[in-house]
């Protein structure tokens, strides 16, 4: 996501939130008000579920002991001294782009310059670009990078912690700051380790201190669709002939909102695991027992039946990006 697009979706979700808050009521008076957790960004309607609360998912990443650790996607990933996350990200987009962690200097912080990580992910089965994996999501940013931006560095195939990784180096004349990229894909998402700041010498520095990450084996940037001892990630295995038993789900209210989900199908071909995306709790509840109804064509790696993860979409998807006009002379 373009970093103008996420200043303008934080001011949304902050505006969100004091709508939250100020239908709670002011507990301070109200002892039936909701009170709203601190840290946390409401936002009210269709929200991220799953349909049970022992599979890892992609948000649940945490920051503990200076480390940010997420086991959805096999990722330990150990932070400067003195950096910290403040905040939690919101939830998943309906085109599957998350804010993964949000992290910066910590108070203590007592460098001369400062900065910010943030850490994302997109879903590739529900993005809005053509892009089919790290290496073409980097370079479709780059080919729309909007005219108040510049870029320092083209997209450029790197290794790091024995993984493939791709670079992209912008900026803003006008704001003096400078954005590195670092993406690479795991599970069928492009993870992005975006880091900020005014001085150069401090991201490069960031980033040479990424080498002691820990990533899966199938982390690359044209890999990454899972396998092993992890489910194998096959968009849109829920169609055509793969799909053997189908009951479509009952909704008690009309709703106009897109519903996406990730599924993991087991070795006999039975949904065991529903990832809601973006959806309302009733919503979540006629798609749940629907599916518990479907009955897959079991998909065979080396003769044998392995688990599959797909996506699909309920109701109507999300309209396509339509990029800015190209500006020839950033590239």
């Given at each position: ?7 303008g ?16 009521g002011?507990?301070?008076t ?6 709203v ?115 320092e ?32 894909q ?27 990450i ?116 950033t590239?």
């Amino acid at each position: 996501m373009h970093p103008l697009l996420l200043l303008g979706l934080a001011a949304l979700l902050v505006a969100r939130a004091q709508d939250a808050a100020q239908s709670a009521g002011d507990s301070s008076t109200n002892p039936q008000a909701i009170k709203v957790p601190t840290g946390v960004i409401l936002v009210k309607g269709a929200w991220s579920s799953a349909s049970d609360s022992v599979t890892p998912l992609p948000e649940d990443g945490t920051v503990a002991n200076n480390v940010y650790s997420n086991q959805y996607f096999g990722l330990t990933y150990g932070l400067s001294p003195d950096w910290t996350e403040k905040y939690s990200g919101p939830p998943p987009s309906d085109s599957g782009y998350y804010v993964l962690a949000q992290l910066r200097p910590a108070d203590t912080f007592k460098g001369t310059s400062r900065g910010s990580i943030l850490i994302t992910a997109q879903d590739m089965f529900f993005t809005l670009t053509p892009a089919k994996n790290a290496l073409e999501l980097t370079n479709y940013t780059r080919d729309n990078l909007i005219p108040d931006y510049k870029v320092e560095q083209p997209p450029t195939e790197l290794r790091i912690a024995n993984h493939s990784f791709v670079r992209f180096d912008y900026g803003s004349p006008v704001a003096e700051l400078h954005w590195h990229v670092l993406a690479t894909q795991i599970r069928c998402h492009v993870v992005q380790f975006i880091f900020t700041s005014r001085d150069t010498k401090l991201l490069e520095h960031l980033i040479r201190e990424m080498n002691q990450i820990k990533l899966p084996s199938e982390a690359g940037t044209t890999s990454g669709t899972g396998g092993g001892e992890v489910p194998t990630c096959i968009k849109d295995y829920a169609s055509g002939e793969n799909v053997k038993e189908r009951v479509d789900p009952v909704f008690s209210e009309h709703r106009f909102n897109p519903v996406p989900i990730r599924i993991v199908i087991d070795k006999e071909g039975k949904v065991k695991h529903i990832h809601f995306l973006s959806a309302f709790p009733d919503q979540a509840a006629a798609i749940k027992d629907a599916l518990s109804h479907w009955r897959f064509r079991p998909h065979l790696r080396d003769g044998a039946p392995v688990e599959v993860e797909t996506g699909i979409m309920f109701g109507p998807a999300p309209r396509p990006t339509t990029p800015p006009s190209r500006n020839a002379a950033t590239k």
